[in-house]
């Protein structure tokens, strides 16, 4: 079936507020649904992997367990990106000084590819953002410049041993000064694939066009989590409707 970009910002914000998400929290993960998949990052099947685990569990934030001047570890505790992404990406913002950047690992950590909307926006603010993680037996490397709509996704053989639930940040005024600052944790291996900013605003204007696809039985299960928030119809409830 497919619906509009409205009915499912909708849809999800109140199926996050469902899963106990807070004001703000379940507008974010919204927003971070909705960009994967209308970018082409399959954002709905890395969302029903994420529901899986977000149905059982309570929502959870990241602790920060250390930090120094310019670097940073989160533990994610084992929740999702969609719950701590913004606190990842806001936390490595303050840490960027003239003449600096900044890097971030946040650990134990799942669905990590959400992140990607949450740079997109904070690039806007003039911030230069380099993420890189462990997906399956390759890196993920991301990158966007200070002031770019969109950012560049890439592919890697992996050189080094990545935690499977941890990502890297990096975060300054340009990429130039990121990749200067922190040459030694900056390198991969044989490149394998590029998906280009072009493809992503190619993928954007079809969902537009045409509407954006999900399947039936995650909508209803959308619909689920909506009922959790939905107050019961009484006498009372009719009675201060008005």
């Not at 914000?13 to 919204?30: I, T």
């Not at 134990?108 to 690039?123: E, M, P, W």
């Amino acid at each position: 079936m497919k619906v509009s970009k409205n009915e499912l910002m909708a849809s999800l914000r109140k199926a996050f507020e469902g899963l106990g998400f807070q004001p703000g929290d379940y507008s974010d993960a919204a927003d971070m649904v909705i960009w994967l998949e209308t970018h082409g990052f399959d954002g709905f099947d890395r969302l029903q992997a994420a529901l899986n685990y977000l149905n059982t569990t309570a929502p959870i934030h990241a602790d920060l367990i250390q930090e120094d001047a310019h670097d940073s570890v989160l533990d994610g505790k084992g929740t999702s990106i969609l719950l701590c992404g913004a606190e990842a990406v806001d936390l490595i913002r303050s840490q960027v000084v003239p003449g600096f950047s900044a890097g971030l690992e946040l650990v134990n950590c799942y669905n990590r590819s959400f992140i990607l909307q949450r740079l997109v926006k904070a690039a806007q603010r003039n911030y230069a953002f380099i993420a890189y993680w462990r997906q399956l037996d390759y890196c993920v490397k991301v990158s966007i410049e200070a002031g770019a709509e969109l950012p560049e996704y890439q592919t890697f053989t992996i050189t080094e041993t990545l935690d499977p639930q941890s990502l890297r940040l990096f975060c300054g005024a340009d990429l130039a000064l990121i990749e200067e600052q922190y040459a030694a944790q900056l390198q991969f291996g044989t490149l394998l694939e590029t998906f280009t900013g072009e493809e992503m605003m190619d993928s954007y204007r079809d969902s537009l066009e045409q509407g954006i696809e999900i399947d039936e039985a995650l909508w209803h299960t959308l619909d689920d989590l909506v009922a959790r928030i939905l107050v019961e119809s009484t006498d009372s409830s009719r009675a201060g409707a008005g």
